[in-house]
């Protein structure tokens, strides 16, 4: 008996020790678990593509089951009333598209090269919400940036920014300066005038509106008409120039009015899927340019014989 108690005593103990060992030991490989997060790889994508494509981490919210759905840099250049506008709501209908407006109109971001880097790195981190922000799933985000917004001013610091992020310029310019012109002297007037019960618009959503806005005639200063023809002209070519080296693409509004299959190529350029893609603006101007300014007449006699003379004929379909 005696034998046997000290067995069963003996067994007791062993027990417990073992046991006390399991407890230890699971407990410490649960402590010891740490999830690895697996970094995203361009896969299938040519080597010359991949400084293009990027994997963004956003800090104000998660992109879920879309983290490791790259992302392309975009910014379209462009000049003010030369269908940025029109053009930016085209590119926001497609689903995978973000291009967020003209986010260095507010002075504060353009005043020096370390604000705009700043800008554009929340930008491009899909950190900067506006009214066109999309979901996680964005697969090219942008801005529409106007040349006279610091882009000339840092052209030089703003490319080796492009190049090192990866961020491809899309370029859009109007062909006809002239009409440029009228767009901008009209679109001044009713920011003074509000043409619209009391409210100043840029761009419109109904053929009223547009027919109101565009009952203003203006009268061009015939004496400045060349020298500011040759000013906008001469800041696009500089602008090509200063940005040549980046990966870019050179649209005209006219060309995409003509033949909206263009509309194809700049989808292709972005490397997203290719979709109709549609604007709910309405043009303001329309017909011939000799009845929306005031003093045509004049208008016609300063430019024929110059380069520019070509603008007073040249149009397109409506």
């Not at 920011?191 to 959503?205: E, R, Y």
Request: proline content about 3%; glycine content about 4%; some cysteine.
């Amino acid at each position: 008996m005696v034998v046997l108690i000290f067995a069963m005593v003996c067994g007791v103990y062993i027990c417990s020790i073992g046991l006390k060992q399991i407890g230890v030991s699971s407990t410490g490989r649960i402590v010891s678990v740490h999830l690895v997060e697996k970094p995203c790889e361009a896969t299938d994508i040519e080597p010359l593509e991949r400084p293009y494509v990027h994997f963004p981490k956003p800090t104000t919210f998660s992109r879920g089951e879309c983290a490791c759905n790259p992302v392309r840099n975009f910014a379209i250049l462009s000049t003010q009333r030369s269908g940025s506008g029109w053009f930016e709501t085209l590119l926001n209908s497609h689903m995978n598209i973000s291009s967020n407006g003209e986010i260095f109109s507010i002075k504060i971001r353009k005043s020096n090269m370390s604000t705009i880097v700043e800008t554009l790195d929340k930008l491009y981190n899909l950190d900067i919400l506006t009214s066109a922000s999309k979901n996680e799933c964005t697969a090219a985000v942008g801005l529409k940036w106007m040349l006279n917004q610091g882009l000339m001013q840092h052209h030089q610091q703003i490319v080796e920014y492009f190049r090192a992020r990866g961020v491809s310029a899309i370029f859009l310019f109007r062909r006809n300066l002239l009409r440029r012109m009228v767009s901008m002297l009209a679109n001044s007037y009713d920011q003074n005038s509000k043409m619209l019960n009391g409210t100043h618009k840029s761009h419109v959503h109904s053929p009223k509106e547009a027919e109101i806005l565009a009952s203003y005639k203006p009268m061009i200063n015939t004496t400045l008409l060349i020298p500011d023809l040759k000013q906008v002209d001469d800041m696009a070519i500089k602008a090509v120039e200063y940005f040549n080296s980046t990966r870019h693409i050179i649209l005209y509004y006219e060309d995409i009015i003509n033949n909206q299959t263009i509309l194809y190529d700049v989808q292709d350029f972005l490397k997203v899927p290719r979709r109709d893609l549609h604007s709910r603006q309405v043009k303001i101007h329309k017909g011939t340019l000799s009845s929306q300014v005031e003093n045509w007449v004049d208008v016609e006699k300063t430019l024929k014989g110059t380069p520019y003379e070509s603008f007073l004929r040249a149009d397109y379909k409506i």
